[in-house]
T-cell receptor, first 116, second 108 residues
């Protein structure tokens, strides 16, 4: 049973370009979460998604960042017009649920974004 | 004020010894609590969930005190492979709030 998969593992972008980070949840998991870890800092929640729905995006920066989890295919975290401050490790996690109860979250290996 | 606060350490522990540390959380509405470990800023790995009644998984024991809003982790018979950063986590409706981590270094 494959774990959470993320790609690319490393991404280098120049200032002003777009970054697209992909996440495939564990088999049987229908909920996806994105977290960001800035250098020398802890993990911070960004967004929580179900298929075709954003459940909680309270941690997303107001501009340039968006996320989706379409009916088919991986979840995508998109950062437009990247700036140096976006350089970080972006981790995706997934879980399954039963009604309103979310279970433990399992993390993917992360995408290290470097903005030059 | 941070939602989850931890002593950053490092806790230097001789191999075979016991080490314990805890964290506090500020959101009394948090429903679930976990300990994760993170090695060299790789992905966090779930160590164990934490229940009010206390729970044990091998050499690891976790405890939750809702009245005082703190969570503890105890590691018995420390192994060199236990060296890592331990992340205390509070879950509010799927939104995990991470502490900054407690570094544990187990020495031979």
């Amino acid at each position: 049973n494959a774990g959470v998969m993320q790609n690319p593992r490393h991404l280098v972008r120049r200032r002003g370009q777009e970054a697209r980070l992909r996440c495939s949840p564990m088999k049987g998991h229908s909920h996806v979460y994105w977290y960001r870890q800035l250098p020398e800092e802890g993990l911070k929640f960004m967004v929580y998604l179900q298929k075709e729905n954003i459940i909680d995006e309270s941690g997303m920066p107001k501009e340039r960042f968006s996320a989706e989890f379409p009916k088919e295919g991986p979840s995508i975290l998109r950062i437009q017009q990247v700036v140096r401050g976006d350089s970080a490790a972006y981790f995706c996690a997934s879980s399954h649920t039963s009604g309103t109860v979310a279970y433990e979250q399992y993390f993917g290996p992360g995408t290290r974004l470097t903005v030059t | 004020r941070k939602e989850v606060e931890q002593d950053p350490g490092p806790f230097n522990v001789p191999e075979g010894a016991t080490v314990a540390f805890n964290c506090t959380y500020s959101n009394s509405a948090s429903q679930s609590f976990f300990w994760y470990r993170q090695d060299c800023r790789k992905e966090p790995k779930l160590l164990m969930s934490v229940y009010s009644s206390g729970n044990e998984d091998g050499r690891f024991t976790a405890q939750l005190n809702r009245a005082s809003q703190y969570i503890s982790l105890l590691i018995r018979d420390s192994k060199l492979s236990d060296s890592a950063t331990y992340l205390c986590v509070a879950d509010s409706w799927g939104k995990l709030q991470f502490g900054a981590g407690t570094q544990v270094v187990v020495t031979p």
